[in-house]
């Protein structure tokens, strides 16, 4: 029996993407635990005032532990909470006590954008990431990451051992089962652009409303922002000219389910013009739904997507309107999209995910005994064309 401690601190943190990618893994490590699939014992870690409830599990026992909040609490009762144990961090960050006293560390580091893009985060958040990442990268082991793009990124960080003990785990899409009991939020009059994503300057913002300006003026097509910034971030001005301001609608974060999948399913393409991912939730997510998509061609999002979107540079507003446009007005390839997303939101799954994981760490617990394993280093299918794992150095700062 390996035993497995969680870092919650997910649980106490604003929802973006690293934190629905966490509860999603979590959720699913319970699943295979119920179902018999693993050899884990397994303890969510967390603070008193989390809240568990929508991750309904099963088997996975949970302690509260109190003390300091946020990275306080992080660094200095969690360690001491999950001494007996592995563990399994999921959120770019662990405990350096427990990394530098040689403690069974896993931890998984969704991508390195605070040093590609850092005016998109603030001073505080910047410095202790530039501390915490080469101590992580030295001494958690494995390392799991969440694309062959993100792999070839942290693998020039560090030496031959580095890239030999990362393991890429891709993100899974939407979440099969009944979704959430429906909100009371409203959703816009269905035939929408829509963003879905955090508001920050990596994402490329001020790109996507120069893009909906003009699609608004010329094309009379309106566009839904689903997000929010959070703490981390660096404040993000949004600048739309009076001519165009009714035509933007700002709607927040979206936390409910039923919601969500309802604003997906009326908008008629999402528009993800990012600078940066590393494997992001939303492209999937549309494809699920019926939802066209245009990104930006960058490797991780060619890895991401496949032939199921259409490309844009995300440096080129032009290139991001004609993008829009083959999408919205040529109903053929409209229809193309649907059909291969469809097909690609299919090979992706967080259950195929969380295997990944549960592997990796039973292969660092019989590692620790002294038997040599292979570990599994895919959570999905890729077609050689999607990967396309660029150095860093063609990383084009925004």
Not at 74 to 79: G, R, V
Not at 209 to 234: F, K, N, P, Q, Y
Not at 348 to 374: H, M, N, P, T, Y
Request: with cysteine.
């Amino acid at each position: 029996m390996v035993r497995l401690a969680i870092n919650g601190r997910f649980l106490a943190q604003s929802t973006t993407g690293v934190q629905r990618v966490a509860r999603e893994i979590t959720r699913e490590i319970d699943g295979i635990v119920s179902e018999g699939g693993s050899d884990l014992d397994v303890t969510l870690v967390c603070q008193p005032e989390a809240s568990v409830d929508a991750l309904n599990l099963r088997s996975i026992k949970v302690k509260r532990i109190g003390g300091l909040t946020g990275q306080g609490w992080e660094q200095t009762s969690l360690p001491l909470a999950a001494r007996d144990s592995i563990l399994l961090c999921l959120g770019n960050s662990a405990p350096v006590f427990s990394l530098v006293t040689r403690a069974p560390v896993t931890v998984m580091i969704h991508d390195l954008s605070y040093r590609y893009h850092p005016n998109a985060y603030r001073t505080a958040y910047r410095m202790g990431h530039a501390v915490l990442m080469p101590l992580m990268l030295k001494l958690a082991n494995p390392v799991i990451t969440v694309s062959e793009t993100e792999r070839a990124r942290l693998s020039e960080l560090g030496s031959d051992a580095l890239a030999r003990k990362i393991v890429v785990a891709q993100n899974g899409g939407w979440r099969d089962g009944p979704d959430a009991p429906r909100g009371d939020q409203p959703t816009p009059e269905a035939g929408y652009l829509l963003y879905v994503g955090a508001l920050t300057h990596r994402k490329n913002l001020a790109g996507l409303l120069e893009s909906a300006a003009r699609l608004a003026r010329e094309d009379g097509l309106r566009l839904v922002v689903v997000g929010s910034t959070t703490h981390i971030h660096t404040h993000v001005p949004l600048m739309l000219a009076d001519d165009v301001r009714d035509n933007v609608t700002f709607l927040g974060q979206v936390e409910n389910t039923a919601t969500l999948a309802d604003i997906y399913r009326g908008a008629c393409c999402l528009v993800f013009p990012s600078f940066y991912e590393a494997s992001p939730l939303p492209p999937l997510e549309a494809m699920h739904f019926g939802c066209p998509v245009v990104v930006s061609d960058i490797p991780s999002l060619r890895e991401r997507c496949g032939d199921a979107a259409e490309y844009c540079d995300p440096f080129d507003v032009d290139s991001i309107v004609g993008a829009v446009r083959r999408v919205v007005h040529d109903k053929k390839r409209q229809a193309q999209l649907v059909r291969l997303g469809n097909a690609r939101a299919a090979l992706f799954s967080w259950r195929a995910q969380a295997e990944s994981v549960v592997a990796a760490i039973k292969s660092l617990a019989l590692a620790r005994k002294g038997v040599d394993v292979g570990v599994r280093t895919r959570s999905q299918p890729l077609d050689a064309q999607s990967v396309d794992a660029a150095p860093a150095s063609r990383v084009r700062r925004a």
